[in-house]
């Protein structure tokens, strides 16, 4: 796959406090459209404070405070003109827990494209939901039950839910936060295979603690500890052939 010379995202010497607390330091890192990103390191290591500046949700938590820069296709998304309504329409989130909305399976993918003025009647919208649910490998399951509550599906089905749900409004980054720590092992192989699918259609980013499926499912992967992003790089460098001895170590199961 010929590699696009731009980034979809920068971010450069980004630090994030919360109150005195120093979460990130000096963060550098480019997101590519054509590859999986996977962001690892030990709990509390600071991978999903920095997966949510991506898409500026620390703007909901009031001590959280973020400097450097980061820009989508080269333009800073914490500028004061950036709309973060659409900033979060292009860069969406899939949270650790399947978070489906108590309506319809229909209705919950359909949220988004009716906000944004997506689909322009009843048939447009159908088909947008019915496309967002193949992308998210949940239409044959789904199809003759769309009335049903989101709520009722299993745990895995529901992610997929909310990956149908992110995808519904075309967005250009998809930033999926432990995925599948709340599933199965069936459920998580699902989640991987559909990852695997979608790559190349959207920049995709994953922080996971199972290093496995970074293994598996990524192209590049970042190492966080304590808040300093101590090596990126190629999944298969990083995995096979550090260059750090801290990497070694959180690889090689000595702490973590």
Request: hydrophobic share 40%.
């Amino acid at each position: 796959m010929a590699t696009n010379p731009q980034p979809k995202m920068t971010a450069r010497n980004v630090n994030v406090h919360y109150g005195e607390k120093h979460a990130i330091k000096d963060v550098n890192i480019d997101v590519r459209a054509d590859e999986v990103t996977a962001f690892i390191g030990p709990s509390g290591c600071g991978k999903s404070t920095f997966l949510r500046c991506l898409n500026r949700m620390n703007d909901t938590v009031a001590s959280a405070r973020v400097t450097g820069e980061i820009a989508l296709d080269g333009e800073n998304i914490y500028d004061k003109s950036m709309d973060v309504v659409q900033l979060r329409a292009r860069v969406g989130m899939v949270f650790q827990k399947p978070n489906p909305f108590p309506k319809s399976i229909y209705e919950n993918v359909a949220y988004g494209p009716r906000l944004h003025g997506l689909a322009s009647n009843r048939a447009d919208m159908d088909q947008v939901v019915e496309n967002s649910l193949r992308r998210a490998g949940l239409w044959e399951e789904v199809k003759d039950r769309l009335q049903d509550p989101g709520t009722a599906l299993s745990g895995g089905q529901q992610q997929r839910l909310c990956i149908a749900r992110v995808i519904a409004v075309e967005p250009e980054v998809v930033l999926m936060d432990e995925p599948c720590s709340a599933l199965d092992p069936i459920a998580t192989a699902k989640i991987e295979e559909l990852i695997g699918a979608l790559r190349g259609r959207y920049a995709i980013v994953i922080v996971t603690h199972n290093m496995q499926q970074a293994a598996r499912v990524s192209q590049k992967t970042a190492f966080f500890h304590l808040g300093n992003l101590v090596e990126y790089g190629a999944t298969s460098e990083i995995f096979t052939n550090p260059r750090q001895e801290k990497t070694k170590d959180y690889i090689t199961g000595r702490y973590g």
